[in-house]
Each structure stands twice: as structure tokens, then as C-alpha cells.
């Protein structure tokens, strides 16, 4: 696991962060909220870096990398932050952004600036923010940022880095492209045919048929103790309980609706509800320039589109939602404005704003006796939720104060079970079946003690909770000799062949090597093989291979060898040994419109580039000094996984 995390940081993820945008929080907005609720001991605001006159503080390198931990665990569910970390997630992120920040620092050393305009007409643009039609939402963007913690300015000043990385590195490969003469070269390459042949000498064709002496096998299996070992084993004994044992001390009372009902007066008050079309522009003048141009409020998409911009259309349920979405200056304009009419321009959060306002929809104030309904689901929630905590936080001190998982059970009528064997990662022994909500729990049972007192954890889906302990332990040990005698015979033989198919082997390369082809060499061992595969292959049709189902090894090794060789290679399992013959390669010429050389020297073309990015991206950090803060570094190492200390 820890070297899939290395792999990761050795991957395009680095350019990533130097280029893309949002590179503080462009992971937030892909995976789950992982912003939390502060830093307990160093503020968010110290430095865990000083880039030349530009901070990197500790709320941004833990933000960083806690979004990085849960986009590698959509590929690794039961990845932990603990082996994120010992993979070197705050060392490797925390250089990225280093770069970042240095790329930045030089850019505004040199006189470079970013208007409000140019970034919001990228934010614009991001894919994260637009909506069903493929436009820019407000709303989305709103809600996006506000349930990650993140602020409009924080959104905007990421943007900006990101456009002066980009001024800076993009000019480097303008023009540059791979000279065609050494396109070519490398594409002659992919035309290059290989003739030759593949032989299996099989290792069940020199197995003894004579029996084992039980002594021998019982040796084998000494030898090779870890192949056969089985893995520990563990029983799980649990008990579950849910809402059923709050009774009716969840169900809302009267008095409760009333009160929820008069807090949130506002929110079923008469409104209304209404939709308009808006067009966002950099400038007032722009606007104004773009609002002479229509004759009527109709027109607003038509002379838009005429200048190659795009207008969206919205829909807001109230004035006071809208004003806390957009600005109180937008949501005036809107809700002030007739229906049809066009307003603005208007300045708001991305711009000045063109305004026609469609249809007005009266919503009627609700009483209580219609809300009734979801005021109560809502309490009951939320009482249900917080008392379940309770009960928890109270059984956990049962718990630890000595009571057993029997006891506890019985006290919430509820039924102690016992999962079968489980393996570490949760899988049935003998079975291979795993339940995820028992896998979350074998983590830890196989972190217990044997005979260790019960715990108490949510479930999966945070409705129930569960109540378990360590079951029967079974040690990792070989099975009984006699239960896999058969196994051992069968491996043993297999192996005692592999090596007289060795020895087999060594003699078809010796009789190659002294002129003879492949075939005849075969012919003249004592036992019968395959006969031989004759491959007649070209570099292109073994990448073709490659993208379809994998190159076989032994063609992957012929296009490693030269011409009138041979080479021997173990075939899996031990199942006998291959004889790989080259005899010759073509290269045919190409022809000068083959459309191979123009992709080749594309392919060329952007690695170059890529090269020359990396080159100057290197040279900017080490002219930008940098200060590193190892205490705060730390502190956030230790917040992230406290039980590493």
C-alpha cells in the first residue's frame, strides 16, 4: 500500500499542482469535506513555509494533503492516513506547493499582475462549476465553496497563481517540435519486423512417476513453510443496536415544532420564486456597451451569443436566498425589477451583470399545520442522532469500566453473534467473501488483544451502532502434513521436473549455439515437446498486443535480443522452461507520407516540451529562497495521525 502512495507522488500530480488551477483545493472539490473543524494547539494561520515573500500556512498544507488522501482512497478504500503519511504524503505535497508558490513569488518579482476580469472569466470556465446546460452556476459555486470552508477569496487568489505558472512555463514550448529526420528514426523503429520461434520445454514431461517417501515430503514442506502457511484467524463477537432503544425519546414534541416552526419563521413566509436570465461581463463598460445593443429584453441571448459570449439562467427561491448566494445588489436588482424586464448593469461576485427577469412565481405562506410533517422528521433526526450519541458515549464507559459485551447486550435486548473465520482484510477464511462493515472491523480486531475488552463503533451507514470484541483466535500455522499430502506431492514432483526441464533446456542452447535450429534441437531430446511457434511479429503489432491483453514474456524477450541468438526463459508457476530463437529482423523503409512519423514526432514533440517546462519550473524554485518551519510541519503531521506518536 505505502508503495502505491509513493507511486502516486512520482506521478503527473506534481504538474499538476504547478499548473492546474486551484491547486490548494482543486482535490476538495472532487472528494469529501475534509476541511475539519481546526487545529487544536498551532493556529491555521502560522507558516509551516516562507517562498520568498509568499506564506504557506498550516490550515493550507493540511488541507492539501487531507484532500490528497481522499482521492487516493477512491482507488484504495481502506487506505489509511497513517500509511498515506509513511509514504512521505506531507514532505512530497508540501515541495509541490513549495514549487507552486516559488513559481508564483518570481512571476510577481518580474512585474506580472492578474486582473479580477481574467480570473473570473477562468472560474468561469472550471468544469466543477457548471451546471446541467454546461454554463457557470452561481449556486454550484456557492455551495461548492461553502461546504469545503472556502472563501471567493481564496478561490480567486489560487486562480491567480495558477494563471502566472502558466505565463510563465507555456511560452517555453512555443515552437519547439521535434526534428522530423529523428521522428523518423524512432518510427522506423515500430515497422521493425522480428522471425524467429518459441519453444516450452514442460516440466510435467520429466516428472517421476515413482512415489514420495513421507520423509522427504515432510523435508519439502520445511523448506518451503511460508508457501503453505495459513493465514491467522480471527472471530468476531458483536452485537448491534439502533433507535429501537430510544423508545419514544426521540419523538418531537408540540412545543418543539412550535419552536422550530416561529425560528424559522422566514422560511415559510410568502415569497417568490423567480427566474431570470443573467449575462456576466468583466467591465461596466462592457455591459453598458453590450445593454445598448438591445432593443428589447428578448434580444439579451441573441446579442450575447452575437459577440460569442453565452448568457445562464437561474432560479432563485427567495430574495434572501439569492442575496446570500450572489450579493444583496444582485438580489435587489432581481427581485425590484418587473417580470420581462432587463436590468443592470449590476456588479456582482464574477463581473457586472446583465439582467432580464422571466417568470415570477407567488409562493404562499405555509402554517404550521402544513410543515407540521417535516418539522417533526427533522427533530426526530436530529434528536435521534444526538441521543444515540449518548447512548454510545454511556455504553463506552460501561465498557471501560469493566462490563462485558454479554452484559451490555442483554441491557439493550439485543443478540450477541459470532462472524465466521475472518482473515485480516475481512474476508471469510476458505471463502474469500468480504463484508465491507465486518472488513472496517477485522482492522481492528486484529489489532486487539486476544480476550481484549469489547469496543463500541458506528456502523457503515451511521444508523446503528456496534458492539464487539475478539472471538476464537486461530494462529497462522501450515495445515496438517496429511491434509495436503497430495498438494505437496504434486509441487514437489513439479519442482524435481522443472529442474531435469532446466537441464533440458541447457542442451537446446547448446546445440543452437553449435548450429542447429531450434527444431532440430528439440528432435533430439529424449522426451517429447510442443512443437516450436514460429513468430513472424513487428513492432507495432506487439504494442497493439500490449494495449489488448499484455505481451507474453517470452516476445517481449525476443524483441530484446539480437539476431541468430537464443535465450532460456522460466516459464510461471514452474510449469517448464522456454527456448526464445531470433533469426533475423526487417526494417522496411517508410514511406514519407506515413502518418506514423507525423504521430511520432507529436509524441516527440510534447515530451521535449515537457522537458524544457521542467527545466525552467526547477531553475525558478532555486532562485526563490525558501524557509521551512519543521515545528508546524510536525504539528501538522501530528494532527493528521495522532497515533503515530
Sequence with gaps: ?????????????????????????????????????????????????????????????????????????????????????????????????????????????????????????ELTQMAAFQGPDGKFSQDLYNQAIQRRGLSDQMVREDIGQGLVSRMLLVPTTYGDKAPLNVARRYAGLLNETRHGGVALIPSPAFIDQEPVDDAVLKKYLADNRDT????????????????????????????????????????????EEREFEQLIVPTEAAANALKGQIASPSQLRAVAEKQGLETNTVTATSRQQLASTSTPQVAAAVYDAASGSIVGPVRGPLGFYLIRIGKVTPVAARGIDAVRGEIAEAIGQEKTRSLMADRASQIEDRLQSGASLADVAKSLNAKVTTTPPLTEDGSVFGEGEVDPSEARLAQTVFAMQPGGDAQIAASMDGQRYVIFEPGEVTRAAPPPFDDIKDVLTRNYKLEQGSEKAKAAADKVMAAIKGGKTLSEALAALDVRTPPVDSIDLSRRQLMAQRQQRGIAPPLALMFTMAPKTAKRLEAPNGLGWFIVSLDSIDVPELADDDPIIAQTQAELSRLRQQELIDQLRVAIAKEVPVTRNDNAIAAVRTQLAPQRN
Design 228 to 271: 503453505y502457511m495459513l493465514p491467522e484467524r480471527r472471530t468476531i463477537r458483536l452485537a448491534t443496536f439502533g433507535a429501537e432503544v430510544l423508545g419514544d425519546a426521540a419523538r418531537p414534541t408540540e412545543a418543539e415544532i412550535a419552536e422550530r416552526y416561529k425560528a424559522n419563521a422566514s422560511q415559510y413566509a410568502a415569497r
Design 1 to 121: 500500500m505505502i508503495q502505491g502512495f509513493r507511486k502516486l507522488f512520482q506521478s503527473p500530480l506534481g504538474l499538476a499542482l504547478t499548473l492546474g488551477f486551484v491547486a490548494l483545493i482543486a482535490l476538495a472539490f472532487a472528494s469529501a469535506d475534509i476541511t475539519g473543524s481546526g487545529f487544536g494547539g498551532i493556529a491555521g494561520s502560522e507558516r509551516v513555509a516562507t517562498v520568498g515573500d509568499q506564506k504557506i500556512t498550516t490550515s493550507q498544507l493540511r488541507t492539501t494533503v487531507g484532500s490528497a488522501f481522499e482521492q487516493a482512497r477512491e482507488n484504495n478504500p481502506t487506505a489509511t492516513m497513517e500509511d498515506f503519511l509513511e509514504a512521505g504524503a506531507i514532505d512530497n505535497l508540501l515541495d509541490q506547493m513549495i514549487e507552486r508558490y516559488a513559481l508564483y513569488d518570481f512571476g510577481l518579482s518580474k512585474g506580472m499582475r492578474i486582473g479580477d476580469s481574467l480570473i473570473g472569466s
